[in-house]
């Protein structure tokens, strides 16, 4: 913990769905202090990311907040919003799970057969559909970079893993396809190495915030990739994230290609993986996160309750397999809450399973063990559903957050972040 000696943090954010996040950590990978609150306006307005950061940030114990040298955005995969000149959002953000079936044939024209931009689920959709609503922007930005942007005073930054689906190619590092050859290829950012530092933070920001004006901004990432970022897997290690929405992550020593899967450079391997639109949001549909607690302790996962439930929060799926009109099924419903409840967590599960199955079909490495990062990895009672079915160890490491993650990554500042594998 912070002593008398001034230490250099590394504040990370991590913009959720449902709330911000921070966490500040030291050189040794010793955290300091994390907390988190709820957008005090919806998700889709930018204007909420910033209030939410201002707040955790003005409640960190300024001794703390004095000794912050770095920070870095991990924002919503996928979430992008048009912006004017001078940054200003243009209306709300389209969020991740926002597929714009309207648009898939020209994605497909515009990005290479197989990456991910090529899809009605990827982000070019959602920018396709901006620039007509918004014929006049300045800019398009995922969540993370516009709030990077902003606490920079500038918004020409992208970071690669942001803009994978909206149509950056990793492996020759430019956009891919004819998305770069475009008359509005202006509106898409400069793309750098997540950790890449960036500059100071802006003076005026940096008084909002509580924080000094000397400390730089570093690229960030997705919420997803800081997650695995957080827990540093060893090989053979495969990463769920619980949250809001389930993501899965494994480290790849060469790319993937797959409707719906994405291939990150982290250093000189590759975070391959998907998300899938069930998660979290689809519990909270239907019971609070107290009474998820207290029916969890009246399953028995021994007994499988038979119920082949598809637990998607709307129509439409991403991954284990691409597609925009997937309906979900979540009936019948039992009489008991407990028995619905086991039959949702079965549902998530067996998604769970078919994603692993998918990557390791793609070429991925086979999972000996299984890490559980986000607000599902505090369910032991899950934990061991998830075991059973996937035939392998699963461990929960509920403190290690997003923000850790994006906390680590601010800490390197090399522009090359790296997994110990």
Known sequence: MAGDTPQQLALGVDLGTSGVRVALMDPAGDLHHQAGCAYPRPFVQPQAWQQGLIQLCGAIPLPLRRQVTALAVAGTSGTLLAMDSEGRPLGNALPYNAAQPQWESRCRQLAEPGHPAASASGTMARALELQRRYPHAHGLRHQGEWLTGWLLGQWRWGDQHNSLK?????????????????????????????????????????????????????????????????VDPQPGDGVTVLGTTMALKQVCPEPLQGAGVYSHPIGNQWLVGGASNSGGGVLRQFFDDAAIAVLSRQLDPRHPT??????LPAPGERFPVDDPGL?????????????????????????????????????????????????????????Q?????????????????????????????????????
């Open 166 to 230: 909206l149509g950056w190619d990793p492996v020759r590092g430019g956009w891919s396809g004819a998305i770069g050859s475009q008359p509005w290829s202006g509106l898409l950012p400069r793309v750098v190495c997540p950790g890449t530092v960036l500059g100071p933070l802006h003076p005026s920001v940096a008084n909002k915030l509580g924080l000094p004006t000397t400390a730089r901004v570093a690229a960030g990432t997705t919420d997803g990739n800081a997650a695995v970022l957080a």
């Open 306 to 311: 038979g119920l082949r439930y598809l637990p």
């Open 385 to 421: 559903l998830r075991q059973q079915a996937l035939g392998c160890p699963v461990l929960n490491r509920p403190h290690a957050s997003t923000a850790c993650g994006a906390a680590r990554l601010a800490r390197r500042q090399n522009g090359e972040p790296t997994l110990s594998v």
């Open 327 to 383: 309906m979900p099924c979540l009936e019948p419903r039992p009489v008991s809450d407990a028995l619905f409840l086991q039959g949702l967590l079965e549902g998530i599960t067996a998604i769970e399973a078919r994603g692993w199955a998918r990557l390791q079909a793609l070429g991925a490495p086979a999972v000996r063990r299984v890490l559980t990062v986000g607000g599902g990895a505090r369910n032991s009672t899950w934990r």
